[in-house]
Structures are given as structure tokens and as C-alpha cells.
């Protein structure tokens, strides 16, 4: 090369600048392409992704649904979707049509089908629902489902008969609290399939504490129970014992499990034993949950995907080493698939044993289609596995997509899933071959759960404080210790009782697994009594974890324009804040409970603590947790709050702008100073200066709220944003 170039040129001619101007191109057009396969990308990628779009379409559908406030014709759903399917296939040849509009049009049609899904749900599940409150009656019915809880047991009966009420208007399923010495001391009469009879006050089922909060009347009307209540009298068995049927004896060996756990283990570790082995957690203490809940490990107490894989995997591990040490029968026959038929029929037992509740169902679902991957030598770890999994499950449980256990779920498998094929993809060897030796083995596991651990934790944040308004500091540590714990002794230990129970032999390993019971306990423990274990936050807007979900979807479809152009819309109906509005007032139903924030002081003044704590910690909860104080008794109140026997005032600025009045004198002085008069427990009362809320707009509302919007009190209630559904029908909150 001549001397007397420029150098620049040299530099350009050389080995080492031809090099450089590859690695640029090739980052140039690797972007390029990324930016065009994620932007723009063809109609045939889209198609290949049905397994993201279609849950997401069909999940729409069913929120649509559960968002209306009146009850749409049967009919109109499966209308709409045929409707759509007709105009599909007459279109589907136009050339005019494959440029979007195909696309448009089965987008339609998957919210269609997931509209009709929840439609025909709701018409299979419905049943007569308690409109008030009774007097003491007397029920009879068959037990179905017997669950212990701290000195309390709980029963849900079918085939309900109860005294002075007609068969027409009389719930179908009920569920009835009593007290232990109520249950009587013969342990035969609490069996599944018995026929018992009992007094008992019963109520409809509770609505929404507050205008916003969680609707337990609908959780409760998708498993057909239509009033609940307590019992004022003893247990009383009806005839002989005739218990028959599938479900008897799945429920009776629950019973049986329970009772075994109960007995070897004491106290809380018997109560998470029976959680981890049936699926009932009610006899879990308030303290001990929350505690768990606080270290961030809540979900091991719920049994789901880790339970489901950790027992199928022990479960093929355990009948593929004892297949192969066979060696006649191993070399003639295909061990590892016979194992994984033994995996899932044991799986299958272990499901029906908790219960098969939702997020059991839909682990197993995907545990099926797992060992189905294994049986035809695919790859099990797979989003169309996810996919499949979703769709099943949204089609025929579609009022599980609201709840927390699908959405969490769902976000967390899916999350591990992308990560996986990432590390994958990136051709991180490590992680899957990390070398021989005891060392490098270890460091591969103890990186793969802090990974896992983290992923999860991210994907399932924006839930957690959905519905929570929690969110676990320390989780990360939790997981490292809780996660192994449970993997490689609770869950394990657990499996092999429930083989020898039958034999009599689950003694001992009841014991064993008692043992890593406490260990997490007191590990739960010490992170939880760390500083700031725990944080509370306000309850979020919907449309947040909406858009973020949509967002995802999306994005994994690699339809990422239409994601940012609903976030953008998302953001713009979002305004100023993500949290949902904070009330000034809060009331009951009856009035017996009345409750003034004071987000500046983090304190909510309640009326009384000593009735409705259930609504009460409701309502601290929805404000991250709120001080709750008794204004009766509290020393001092804020300096916006001014309370007396007679009622109270709260103030913005000098002026007074709510007043609650229990006496007429105090209507008096508040009538033309305050914007709203609250009268709770006494009837109207001329005030041309204030607007009035009485006993009466109490008592249809269901509960209501007060809210500042731009220096006007609005009033919410719990009725307008229920609106006439069948499961709000004869709604009470509690």
C-alpha cells in the first residue's frame, strides 16, 4: 500500500476496515429487518401467530361482556358471530378484502365468539339467587364441599330445601359458617353426600364493598351458590348415609386427607399441609397468610403450575428410573413415554383432589399438552401450548379471565416461556450444558431460579396490585428460598403420603414434609418482619393492566403499531394519574358504617369498628392501606375532620363541604354550609341549600361513594356500576 495515501483510506483498504464495514452492514440490515418484521410485518407472520391473537380476541369478547350493565338477549352473541362468519367467507376471495379487512373481520369474530361464550355460560350457571335476608329458617341439602377453618367449618349443600320458601325461588347451592361445637362431635354426619338439616340465617350473596371493589356475588354465582349465611343451630344428619356418585368419593377422600393432615401436623403447619394436599385453605390463619403474602410466596399456598409441574416431573422421574432398571423391559419398550402416561394420570388424580379449581385446571391443561409434546418428541415448552391452554379454557370457564389466578397465571408461564426461547434463540449454551461438575451444575441452578424468579415477579406485578394493591418487596428473596423448598421437599414429601395413605403409611412422611412446612414458615417470617416487606399501593385503573396486556398480546402477534396506537389511546383516557379516584366519603347500605378519608394523614375514620370489619378492611385496603380509626374514640382527628356524637363535618379550607348528620339539630347547623348532608339513620329533611342523601337512597344503593371532581361532589353507589345482572340480583354487601 502506498506511503503517501491518506491514511483514512488506508484504513478503509485494510483487513481491518473491510471487517469493520461488514460488522456495519450486517447491524444495518439486522435492524432494518427487525424494525420491518416488528412494524411491518406480513400477513402470513400474523397468521402464524393465531396462538396470541386468538386468546386476546376471544378474552375481549368475554370482558366486553362482564363490562355492560344490563343482561343482553341470549341470542344476540352467537347472532353476531354468525353474522360475521357469513360476511367472512363471502369476502374472503375479494381481492379488495385481503388487505385488512379479512384480518378485521375475524379479529370481530373471535370478540363474538368470546361474547357468546360468557353468554351461554351465564345461562347454564344461573339459578335462583336470595333477594333479602331471612329469619331463622331451617335448610336441608347434600354436602358437597366440607372446609375447616380456624375453630369454624364451612359447608356448601346442593339440592337445598328450606322450610316456608318456595322451590322456585329457593337457591339451588348455599353455603353455611358455623362453629366447631355446632358441627356436633360425630365426625360421620360431616361427610360429603350426607343429607343434613340445620337453622340458619341466610343472606343474599355480598356484593362489592365499594363502588369499584371486587364482586364476590359473581364469583359466588359461576359456582351456583346463591345465598350464604351462618348456622344458629346444631348439625342435624337426615336418614341413612346414601352418598353416591364421582364426586362424593372425590370429596369424601378429601375429607380423609384433610383429617390425616390435621392430625399429624399441628396448628398452622396441619393448615398448610391440608392446602398444599386438597386445595383448602380456610383453615390458614389471617396472621400466617399474611405473613406468607408479605414474603412474596403467597402463591405457593395455591395450587397451580410449580405443584402440578413439580409432581409431574417427580412423578416421571420416579417411573422412568424404575422402568430402567429393567433392562429387558427398557430396551424393548418406549420407558419415557410410558412414564409420562403415569405423570399425567397421576397429575390427574392429584387435580381432582384439589378440587379442579380454575388455575389447577388450566396447569393441568398445559401439564396435558406438555406430556403430550413429549409423546409425539416435540418441544414442550412452547407458546402455543400457552395458547391452546387459554382458549380452552376461556371458552368453556370464561368468567375466569377477570379473576387474579387466570391473568397471573397466564402472565407468568408466558413470560418464562419468551425468556426461555430468548436464552434459546441467543444460543446460551451455559444454561443448558453448564460443564462437568458439582459446581458448575449448581451455579446454572441457583442463576436459572433468580431468572425465573425475576420474570415472573415482573410479569405478575401489574395483577398483584391490581387486585391486591400489594406489592412484595422482598419476593425475590422469598422465591430463592421458598420455590427450592417447596420443589425439592414440601411438595415431594407431600406426593409420597398420598401413595401410601391408602396403605395406612403416610405417618412419616406427613412428618417429613411438617418439617420444610415450619422451615418456610419461620424463612417467611423473618422476611416479612423486615422494614418496608410489604408495600401498599391505591387501587389501579383498569385500563392500565388493559392496556398493558393488550400491549403484550400485540406485541407478541408482531402487531406492535396496533399495540402502541391502543396504548396511546389507553394513556390519553388515563389523564394525569394511573390510580383510580380516591372517595372523600364512604357509606354502607344500612348506614351503620360510614367512613372520611384523610389520604394526607394515609387515615380512614370509620363511624364504628365493631361490626362490618369485613367491609372496613375492604375499604382500607382499596386505599393502600389506610390507618383505620374509630372517630368516636380517637384522641384527635385530622384537621379536615371535625367529629362529635352528633355527627361530623369534614372541611375543605374554612368551609365545610360534607356533613354526616345523626341528630336533627346538626341538620340544622349544617344545612346551606355544607355541600352534601349525609342522614343515615333518619328520613328526609327540607334543606333547599345542601343536597341530602337519606336512609332511603342508602338503602337502593348498595353502598355509595363520594368523590371531588374538579371542586364538585359527585356520588357513585355500588347499584349504578353493578347495574342488572343476574348475579346482582338481591345484592347486599356486607
Known sequence: MPLDEPFDQQLRQSRAGRLARSIRRGLLIRREQWLHDWFLPRPDQWASRWYVWTPAGLMTGVCVYFALLFEPPVWSGPLLAF???????????????????????????????????????????????????????????????????????????????IISMEPEITPGRVRVSMSASMAGEDETVLVPGRTVSLRAILRPPPGPALPGGYNFARHLFYEQIGAV???????????EYQGSGFWSHVEAARQRIALAARATLPDESGAVATALLTGQRGGISDETYDTIRRAGIAHLLAISGLHLGVMSGWLFLMCRLLLAAMPGFALRHPIKKYSAAIALLGTAIYVLLAGAPVPTIRAFIMVSLGIGAIWLDRDPFSLRLVGVAAILLILFRPEAVTGPSFQMSFAAVTALIVTYQFFKAKGWVWLQNPGQGAMPKLARFVLGLC?????????????????????????????????????????????????????????????????????????????????????????VKPA??????????????????????????????????????????????DGDLIGITDMAQHGLYLSQTRRNSFMAGQWGQHLADAEITDWNTAEQTSDLIRCDGDGCIVREGNEPVIGIARTHGLIFEDCGMAAVILLPHTGSHRCKASQMITRNDLRGSQGLALYDKDGTLVVRTVRDLIGNRPWASGQQTR
Open 451 to 539: 431468572i425465573t424468579t425475576i420474570v415472573a415477579s415482573l410479569a405478575t406485578a401489574p395483577f398483584a396490585i391490581y387486585h391486591f394493591q400489594q406489592v412484595a418487596t422482598f419476593g425475590l428473596v422469598g422465591n430463592l428460598i421458598g420455590v427450592p423448598l417447596a420443589s425439592l421437599w414440601i411438595i415431594p414429601t407431600g406426593m409420597v403420603s398420598l401413595l401410601l395413605m391408602p396403605m395406612g403409611l403416610e405417618h412419616w412422611p406427613l412428618l417429613a414434609m411438617g418439617y420444610g412446612i415450619d422451615l418456610l414458615l419461620q424463612v417467611s417470617a423473618d422476611i416479612a418482619a423486615m422494614p418496608y416487606a410489604s408495600l401498599a399501593t391505591l387501587a
Open 229 to 239: 349465611g351462618f348456622s344458629i343451630g346444631k348439625l342435624q344428619a337426615v336418614g
Open 544 to 589: 392500565v393492566v388493559g392496556a398493558v396486556v393488550l400491549l403484550t398480546l400485540l406485541a407478541l402477534a408482531r402487531m406492535l403499531p396496533v399495540g402502541l396506537l391502543c396504548l396511546a389511546l389507553a394513556g390519553i383516557t388515563l389523564t394525569v394519574t394511573p390510580w383510580q379516584p380516591v372517595p372523600r366519603l364512604l357509606a354502607s347500605e
Open 83 to 161: 353474522l360475521l362468519l357469513v360476511t367472512l367467507l363471502a369476502v374472503s376471495d375479494r381481492v379488495w378484502a385481503r388487505q385488512g379487512i379479512n384480518s378485521a373481520l375475524v379479529a370481530l369474530l373471535l370478540v363474538a365468539v368470546g361474547f357468546s361464550a360468557a353468554q351461554i355460560r351465564t345461562r347454564i350457571v344461573a339459578g335462583p339467587v336470595l333477594a333479602e335476608e331471612t329469619r331463622p329458617v331451617t335448610v336441608a341439602g347434600e354436602i358437597t364441599h366440607v372446609e375447616y377453618q380456624d375453630k369454624r367449618i364451612r359447608l356448601t349443600l346442593a339440592d337445598v330445601a
